[in-house]
């Protein structure tokens, strides 16, 4: 990788700083960089490596709009708007003039302002240098001048426009010097270890992750074969990551020719599919949802009986087969951690809620479960407003379903007159929201005796030993596992990471004198 190019990690963070301080005000309320100077963004990276997921993730984050147009599906009507004549008078003459209509782009930036009260967004243009002959200019314009037609975008709207490097697509435009010169351009490259952080936070099947770990050079591939383009992108593992996890709830099997739909590379395609039903072989031998449980660890229960043989088989097992165990260890974990963090996250959204009914009861004259509904309103607007403002991920949603479930929940629990309704109204309130969170203190112990049951087991199987020391450092690299162990500790994985560290340490320290005596 050229010093100058980021991984898709990397250009998140530098798009946030931008962000930050395109949006920043000087003491006059002014942009402390005119709209006029504020360079777009233009990312330059291979498609599929999740230019518009970093979009969704920036907008989420940083609380603003999000527009996003892939710009070759437009015509140079859409883009700019249609004709229409004006009548004029210079210098005591009529003249027709042409103008133009609106953009559809430019009100669509209008339209989301409306929609959700945001009044600063990204306008974020996917496939920027792909667009026809009779667009071109007008792209050019726009990154140069922000407008289209005679539209401009709003203040407080950043331009992020997004393209593939010639290599990748045929039909790419180059740009000028003139306008290079106006643009902010990042270059991205495609990196297997900063998406393994992206796709673990969007519970990416385990399958897919144990076997990247394994061929890293499979993550990303495009090639020209005899019958064409042979490809594999960030894009398609994580959409047959989705399609596996839906079939593997209806029990459906997935066969290579399925697998080959999303993995556009013959190869690779089927590489994957071998490995998959091994993958879904190990799960049965292995008996991974007893090592979960802790029941391979009961030598009282026939779990625990076959346990032994179960440790035999993975001491003797090849490096790939151990990962893959490890693989299916680590997906039980991280859906688990996965829906601890979904739940937490929802309950704070609740408590907030009840900290805003709880003030108004003392002024309103509302009944308590009217108060409760009106919070339950305010939510769904919430979740409305945030997926009008294309703001909304996936987790950020469930969390939202979450709260709304618990307050629709706690409403009807208060309208029952349950044994404890003789509790003035918001102690009753309270006290139903605190069994969630007692049911929310159960699952984090349950997960908490999960993650010390996989660390006993693979003590048995692998003490000493590299498998050990790969486990811990994916658990490391999990953000669901890093919140959890850091919210709720776990004892085994303290001293583990403690262990590691140790050894890097010692590493450095004989890499630093090698060095030193050469």
């Known amino acids: 990788m050229s010093q100058y190019q980021m991984s898709i990690k990397e250009a998140k963070q530098e798009v946030i700083h931008t962000l930050r301080i395109y949006l920043t005000h000087n003491e006059w309320g002014q942009y402390e960089i005119p709209a006029e100077k504020q360079r777009p963004v233009l990312l330059m990276g291979p498609p599929g490596i999740g230019k518009t997921a970093i979009m969704e993730q920036v907008a989420e984050e940083e609380g603003v709009a999000l527009v996003s147009y892939t710009i070759t599906h437009h015509t140079r009507?859409?883009?700019?708007?249609?004709?229409?004549?004006?009548?004029?008078?210079?210098?005591?003459?009529?003249?027709?003039?042409?103008?133009?209509?609106?953009?559809?782009?430019?009100?669509?930036?209008?339209?989301?302002?409306?929609?959700?009260?945001?009044?600063?967004?990204?306008?974020?243009?996917?496939?920027?240098?792909?667009?026809?002959?009779?667009?071109?200019?007008?792209?050019?314009?726009?990154?140069?001048y922000k407008t289209f037609g005679t539209h401009r975008v709003p203040e407080g709207w950043i331009i992020i426009a997004a393209g593939n490097p010639p290599e990748y697509n045929r039909s790419v435009r180059a740009f000028d010097i003139t306008t290079l010169d106006r643009l902010k351009r990042i270059d991205i490259v495609e990196d297997y270890p900063s998406w393994r952080e992206y796709a673990y936070a969007r519970h990416v099947h385990?399958?897919?992750?144990?076997?990247?770990?394994?061929?890293?050079?499979?993550?990303?591939?495009?090639?020209?074969?005899?019958?064409?383009?042979?490809f594999v992108t960030a894009r398609g593992w994580e959409d047959l990551s989705r399609y596996l996890l839906a079939a593997e709830k209806k029990e459906l099997t997935v066969g290579t020719a399925a697998i080959h739909q999303y993995i556009q590379h013959e190869d690779i395609a089927g590489d994957f599919g071998n490995y998959y039903e091994l993958f879904r072989r190990y799960r049965q031998q292995y008996n991974i949802p007893a090592i979960l449980s802790g029941a391979a660890l009961d030598e009282t229960c026939p779990e625990g009986r076959e346990a032994a043989a179960t440790l035999d088989r993975l001491r003797e097992a090849p490096f790939d087969e151990a990962v893959s165990v490890l693989g299916l260890l680590l997906g039980g974990l991280?859906?688990?951690?996965?829906?601890?963090?979904?739940?937490?996250?929802?309950?704070?959204?609740?408590?907030?809620?009840?900290?805003?009914?709880?003030?108004?009861?003392?002024?309103?004259?509302?009944?308590?479960e009217e108060l409760l509904q009106e919070e339950y309103e305010r939510t769904r607007q919430m979740l409305h407003t945030e997926k009008a403002a294309g703001r909304l991920t996936e987790g950020r949603e469930r969390q939202l379903l979450l709260s709304l479930s618990h307050?629709?929940?706690?409403?009807?629990?208060?309208?029952?007159?349950?044994?404890?309704?003789?509790?003035?109204?918001?102690?009753?309130?309270?006290?139903?929201?605190?069994?969630?969170?007692?049911?929310?203190g159960r699952s984090a112990e349950?997960?908490?005796?999960?993650?010390?049951?996989?660390?006993?087991?693979?003590?048995?199987?692998?003490?000493?030993?590299?498998?050990?020391?790969?486990?811990?450092?994916?658990?490391?690299?999990?953000?669901?596992?890093?919140?959890?162990?850091?919210?709720?500790?776990?004892?085994?994985?303290?001293?583990?990471?403690?262990?590691?560290?140790?050894?890097?340490?010692?590493?450095?320290?004989?890499?630093?004198?090698?060095?030193?005596?050469?």
């Not at 811990?472 to 959890?484: G, H, I, K, Q, S």
């Not at 500790?489 to 050469?518: P, V």
Request: hydrophobic residues 35%.
């Open 334 to 368: 991280n859906e688990r951690f996965c829906d601890l963090f979904q739940t937490d996250g929802a309950l704070t959204q609740v408590h907030k809620s009840l900290q805003r009914l709880r003030g108004q009861l003392a002024t309103s004259r509302k009944a308590p």
């Open 407 to 440: 307050l629709s929940q706690i409403r009807s629990r208060l309208l029952e007159g349950a044994p404890a309704s003789s509790l003035p109204s918001f102690d009753r309130i309270k006290e139903l929201f605190g069994s969630a969170v007692e049911q929310y």
């Open 77 to 144: 009507q859409s883009a700019i708007g249609l004709p229409i004549i004006r009548e004029r008078e210079y210098n005591g003459r009529n003249f027709s003039v042409t103008e133009y209509t609106m953009s559809e782009i430019i009100s669509s930036v209008y339209d989301k302002m409306e929609q959700t009260g945001r009044k600063e967004g990204i306008l974020f243009l996917d496939e920027i240098n792909c667009v026809s002959e009779t667009l071109a200019p007008t792209m050019l314009q726009f990154l140069q």
């Open 206 to 230: 385990p399958a897919i992750l144990s076997y990247l770990d394994i061929r890293k050079d499979h993550f990303y591939q495009v090639e020209t074969a005899i019958g064409g383009e042979e």
């Open 446 to 518: 349950e997960t908490g005796q999960t993650l010390t049951n996989c660390f006993l087991f693979l003590e048995k199987a692998f003490a000493g030993r590299q498998e050990m020391v790969l486990f811990v450092t994916e658990l490391t690299l999990n953000p669901n596992a890093a919140w959890f162990v850091s919210e709720h500790g776990c004892d085994k994985f303290f001293e583990y990471n403690r262990e590691l560290l140790i050894d890097d340490k010692k590493a450095e320290l004989k890499r630093k004198i090698h060095e030193f005596s050469l």
